[in-house]
């Protein structure tokens, strides 16, 4: 190994380190990057080396964060957060829950199914599982154990429906994804929409199963009332206003009338009636959701200009190619190297949040993935299908990593908002058969691509 490759690997190794420090991430990204653009200098003034990396260096670096912070897509983040975070205030999924609740109340396992149901809602309004997965937390789980819902049963559906926001759009993360790659947002909010939706429908087809083999795990409440016309009035009357809002944000950027930036601005303000609307907006409220919003947006930026600090000094010493060497000479073909590739990123959720994995590992492995030659069809319409397939597989795959015991993200979330009596090992238990689920969902768009290339080539082949 040359001088390079140790600096690569003794980076890798200390920015892991530190994670565990309990430093701010973005202060460990920039502070790592400064240290090894330090002795990259020190190595190429005093040992004779060329590592590619000195004070010309930190130059390019600025103008990057400069080039960054001047990009008008990155506009949509906190009005996209700030759009999850009103209608949290607003009353809207708590009001949901109730009516929803009344129409599948005959059905056995109906409570879980519309936990599912407004997760998917909540997934297409915040794009943030922190978010989801809290609000259904505390809505929920309650909720299911006074109907006598089995914890784990209960605590798996709840932490499941919530990890969806990082698949189905306007998820943040695809925002983020397609401007570091350069690739159409439409493209890939419109490729989300079937892996979602199939995701989504497998929870329920499950849901719905279990609760027939097992009545125990899903008993019927004491004080259901049958279904009547004024049942499915209240349903449409809650979530209509929440449909129609998402419609509109997603809508107007699949027709092309507006961008994601306007788009996003769209569902701010509708977000903002719609508190309105339910007498829950107030000075206090605005204040707390715009506080939240910058907190939110503040983290994430950091952490922007602190991974792109880090990958930028990575792909001066050549990280770039490195890992693109060792990962194009595995010796499992194509597909092999792909699901390698996913494995890869799958662990690394278990330690590091999706926006560092979005901005520091995704631009090392697409360079992969375009030289290994797989065929994805575009039908003649969408561009780069191959990235638009696998940025949705590591979607999936993130997902997937973030509902995993012992360390995933959605667990943990859960466990700070659960009823006492809700520990860990219910969590686990009630987990796994949809991580199960991800997992063949998973390996359906690996099979099949198309399922994320249709619908775009569809909606914009005329």
């Not at 009545?215 to 009035?233: C, I």
């Not at 027709?255 to 306007?262: H, P, Q, S």
């Not at 922007?304 to 990280?319: K, Y």
């Not at 198309?450 to 569809?458: E, F, K, M, R």
Request: aromatic share 10%.
């Amino acid at each position: 190994m040359d001088v390079n490759h140790i600096l690569i690997v003794a980076m890798f190794v200390t920015f892991i380190l530190l994670l565990f420090s309990g430093y701010p991430i973005p202060f460990v990204l920039a502070g790592v990057s400064a240290l090894f653009t330090l002795i990259g200098y020190l190595a190429d003034l005093y040992l004779g080396t060329s590592t590619g990396v000195d004070y010309m260096y930190v130059g390019m670096v600025v103008n990057r964060i400069f080039k960054l912070m001047d990009n008008w897509v990155l506009v949509a983040i906190p009005m996209f957060i700030f759009m999850g975070l009103m209608l949290d205030r607003s009353g809207v999924a708590e009001r949901m829950m109730g009516s929803i609740q009344d129409m599948f109340g005959r059905v056995r396992g109906g409570l879980a199914v519309t936990v599912t149901a407004i997760g998917i809602v909540l997934a297409a309004s915040t794009g943030i599982i922190g978010a989801s997965v809290v609000l259904l937390g505390l809505l929920a789980i309650p909720t299911m154990l006074r109907q006598g819902y089995d914890k784990s049963f209960a605590a798996g559906t709840v932490a499941a429906a919530g990890t969806l926001g990082i698949l189905i759009p306007p998820s943040i993360m695809l925002v983020i994804m397609a401007d570091q790659l350069g690739l159409s947002v439409g493209d890939l909010f419109m490729g989300a929409v079937f892996p979602g939706l199939i995701l989504g429908g497998m929870y329920i087809v499950y849901i719905l199963l279990i609760s027939f083999l097992d009545p125990n795990k899903a008993p019927l409440p004491d004080n259901r009332s049958p279904l009547s016309f004024g049942v499915v009035w209240n349903v449409l009357k809650t979530a209509l206003p929440a449909v129609l809002l998402i419609l509109a944000v997603l809508g107007s950027i699949f027709a092309g009338v507006t961008t994601v930036t306007e788009a996003s601005g769209v569902g701010a303000l509708g977000a903002i009636v719609l508190a309105a609307i339910n007498k829950k907006l107030d000075f206090k409220t605005l204040k707390e959701v715009i506080h939240d919003t910058f907190n939110t947006t503040g983290y994430i930026f950091g952490i922007f200009i602190g991974a792109t600090c880090f990958a930028l000094v990575l792909r001066g010493l050549g990280g770039d190619d490195l890992i693109s060497m060792a990962l194009t000479g595995l010796p499992f073909g194509s597909y092999g190297t792909i699901m390698a590739l996913l494995l890869i990123i799958f662990l690394l959720g278990f330690f590091l949040d999706w926006i560092e994995i979005t901005l520091i590992v995704l631009p090392l492995l697409t360079p992969v993935v375009a030289s290994l030659n797989i065929q994805v069809n575009g039908f003649g319409v969408v561009d780069n299908p191959e990235m638009i397939w696998f940025l949705l597989l590591v979607a999936m795959a993130l997902q997937t990593s973030f509902l995993t015991p012992p360390v995933g993200f959605a667990i943990f979330y859960l466990r700070g908002v659960a009823p006492a009596d809700i520990q860990l090992g219910h969590i686990y238990r009630g987990v796994i058969p949809f991580i199960v689920l991800q997992l063949i969902a998973l390996t359906m768009l690996v099979i099949w691509p198309g399922l994320v290339t249709w619908l775009p080539a569809v909606a914009y082949g005329n």
